[in-house]
């Protein structure tokens, strides 16, 4: 399965101030997705992004607050815009890939994700 | 997609199995039940996943009732290193986006303490 790095692993940020993640993957994919994970919930799929075309956010999640780049195949951006302590969370990037399963089933990679604390 | 019963948590002696289960009533016909689990401070992993037929893989197996209304986890011999949040979550093979999974929907899972 695909290897995914996050960068940075961790951040302390500044009320009204905005951080941009990077996710690398070490081979091709066509759809990266980006989640959040506040503190003790489960997570939550901000949006999708793929290759050559604007991401697709989910309910709740707008491109001005999380403005995404997708400039190639192995790489992504995540940007958390005008930082509230709303958005303290762990945001990570995951891709998509086939596991050697009998049904070929397509599974999520995780990587280690984000943790932003907003002051 | 169908929605999922867990409990909040449990224990398990390390050494022994852990058997964790899963509601999911509503299940249709094509939606398959997957398994992640997230260990402190890292992204999901995936476990397993299956239809209708018991799967094992290194690990851990998967049981499926008849019904298909509830599943178990099972792992074998928990180690420390099992201590993790366990999420059942029940799909189609081919997902919203054009045969994407991205729309995993997670819920609270199951904290997995395991102690020695």
């Known amino acids: 399965s695909a290897v995914i790095s996050q960068k940075p692993s961790r951040d302390i940020c500044q009320r009204g101030t905005s951080l941009t993640i990077q996710c690398q993957v070490d081979s091709q994919v066509t759809m990266m997705f980006w989640y959040r994970q506040q503190p003790g919930q489960s997570l939550t799929l901000i949006a999708t992004?793929?290759?050559?075309?604007?991401?697709?956010?989910e309910s709740g999640f707008v491109i001005d607050k999380f403005p995404i780049s997708r400039p190639n195949l192995t790489f992504s951006t995540l940007t958390v815009s005008n930082m509230s302590p709303e958005d303290s969370s762990i945001y990570l990037c995951?891709?998509?890939?086939?596991?050697?399963?009998?049904?070929?089933?397509?599974?999520?990679?995780f990587g280690a994700g984000s943790r932003l604390t907003v002051l | 997609d169908a929605k999922t019963t867990q409990p909040p948590s449990m224990d398990c002696a390390e050494g022994r199995a852990a058997n964790l289960p899963c509601n999911h009533s509503t299940i249709s016909g094509n939606e398959y039940v997957y398994w992640y689990r997230q260990i402190h401070s890292q992204g999901p992993q995936y476990i397993i996943h299956?239809?209708?037929n018991n799967e094992t893989n290194e690990m851990a197996s998967l049981i499926i009732t008849e019904d298909r209304k509830s599943s178990t986890l099972i792992l074998p011999h928990a180690t420390l290193r099992d201590t993790a949040v366990y999420y059942c979550?029940?799909?189609?093979?081919?997902?919203?986006?054009?045969?994407?999974?991205?729309?995993?929907?997670f819920g609270k899972g199951t904290k997995l303490s395991v102690k020695p």
């Open positions: 979550i029940v799909r189609g093979l081919r997902g919203y986006y054009g045969g994407s999974q991205g729309n995993l929907i």
């Open positions: 299956g239809l209708k």
């Open positions: 995951s891709v998509e890939s086939v596991e050697n399963t009998r049904s070929g089933a397509n599974v999520l990679t």
């Open positions: 992004a793929n290759q050559g075309s604007e991401a697709t956010y």
